[in-house]
């Protein structure tokens, strides 16, 4: 079965430094990628998507990530980050074969200080 | 527009005891999603639905655990005898059909926060 593995639980960083955010996924299958972005008390919002084509996904609020295949990963960056990217980030993935599912990770908590 | 609706947004009940969660989803939306939570964790599939049908309810943890959603719009899970494991954010998502094409993103809704005491 696929699953997610987000190694960082948390990730503290200054304001307008660079971030990634790191995520392995477990099969080389043919998959479908995500981030997600978690604000508190809200729910869940698309950041990016990777789907076929470009391995490099540019996403909202600056961020991108970028596809590896053989290393099956999709780490997820931003080059400067500011106070209110403060938030609980999700890398999920989904299957060609049950591609309604979203299998996510356990998310990273990315701290930005000013 | 309005987005995906949960309500209620927090709900305390005792061990043993029966609870609705219920979700709007955005209007024309014809497939649903139902995801819990746990803390500290990411979200976990429950059961997607293709209008008023259940085409996978493999993530749902037992047979005390059910969903319906009658008209293909709103939908209810259903918890019954529930236990203190129960605990958790349970998300409803909703998107324009099902699959992952450039129109199916799955929307989320803010959840609804089960304490079962």
């Known amino acids: 079965a696929q699953s997610v593995t987000q190694l960082d639980s948390q990730v503290p960083v200054f304001e307008e430094a660079p971030v990634e955010l790191r995520c392995n996924y477990s099969?080389?299958?043919?998959?479908?990628l995500f981030w997600y972005v978690q604000y508190p008390n809200q729910g869940l919002q698309l950041l990016l998507k990777?789907?076929?084509?470009?391995?490099l996904v540019k996403g909202i609020n600056g961020f991108e990530a970028e596809f590896n295949k053989s290393q099956t990963s999709f780490h997820l960056r931003k080059p400067s980050v500011h106070i209110s990217d403060t938030a609980e980030y999700f890398c999920a993935v989904s299957d060609y074969g049950s591609s309604y599912k979203l299998i996510f990770g356990s998310g990273t908590r990315l701290l930005v200080r000013p | 527009g309005a987005g995906v609706s949960q309500t209620p947004s927090n709900k305390v009940t005792e061990k043993g005891k029966y609870v609705e969660l219920r979700c709007d989803p955005i209007?024309?939306?014809?497939?649903l999603y139902w995801y819990r939570q746990s803390l500290g964790q990411g979200p976990e599939f429950l059961i997607y639905?293709?209008?008023?049908?259940?085409?996978?309810d493999s993530g749902l943890p037992n047979d005390r655990f059910f969903a319906v959603r009658p008209e293909g719009s709103v939908s209810t899970l259903k918890i019954q005898r529930t236990e203190r494991g129960d605990s958790a954010v349970y998300l409803c998502?909703?998107?324009?059909?099902?699959?992952?094409?450039?129109?199916?993103?799955?929307?989320f809704g803010p959840g609804t926060r089960l304490t079962v005491l």
């Open positions: 990777y789907l076929s084509g470009s391995t």
């Open positions: 099969s080389s299958v043919s998959v479908y």
């Open positions: 639905f293709q209008g008023t049908g259940a085409a996978d």
């Open positions: 998502a909703s998107s324009l059909m099902g699959g992952q094409g450039a129109r199916n993103e799955q929307f």
């Open positions: 209007s024309g939306h014809t497939a």
